[in-house]
Every structure is written in C-alpha cells, then in structure tokens.
C-alpha cells in the first residue's frame, strides 16, 4: 500500500471548515448562555458574549420581535448558520481542486 497524500487544497480546506465551525460554536453558545441567563460579570460568559457580538455585527438587532430573546437567536443564529454555509462551500469547492 502506497501512503495517502493529502492535498494542500484539502489541507486548506480543512482549516476553513474548522474556522467555520468554532465561529458557529461560539455564536451559538453564546445564545444558549444568553438562554440560560448567564452570569454576565462572569469573565467567561464576558469574553464569549464579545466575540459573538463581533462575530454578529453584521446581523445583530437585525430583526425587531417584541421578544429580546428571539431577536438574540434570530440575529446570532442566523450569523452562525451563514458561516457554517459560506465554510463548508468554500471548503467544498477548495476540495474539489
């Protein structure tokens, strides 16, 4: 057996996806903190809740429900679902070269 030689486009690929999934994973603990009513003084639910809000910027108050807890879901989710779709294509696409 030949050893398997792993592509630099997979390779790339693969570091796009994981970008990708831990910016969806921080955006989407972020709102189950917000959920759970986190400690905000906590230094933890601090830092996370900075990094969504950057990571959300574009999409954060986006939507205007009555109901602030859906406007955090709608807004960070909908943050969350774009990366992990723009990640995964864009790493689709770099595996296929």
Request: hydrophobic share 60%; proline share 1%; glycine share 8%.
């Amino acid at each position: 057996m030949s050893p398997v030689r792993r592509s630099s486009g997979s390779t790339a690929a693969n570091i796009i996806m994981v970008i990708a999934d831990v910016m969806a994973l921080i955006l989407g603990l972020w709102i189950l903190m917000y959920l759970l009513d986190a400690n905000r003084a906590n230094e933890l639910v601090q830092f996370i809740h900075d990094v969504a809000r950057f990571l959300a910027g574009w999409s954060h108050d986006l939507f205007t429900f009555d109901a602030a807890w859906a406007r955090v879901v709608a807004g960070y989710g909908l943050a969350a679902v774009v990366y992990l779709l723009i990640g995964h294509a864009l790493a689709g696409r770099l595996r296929r070269y």
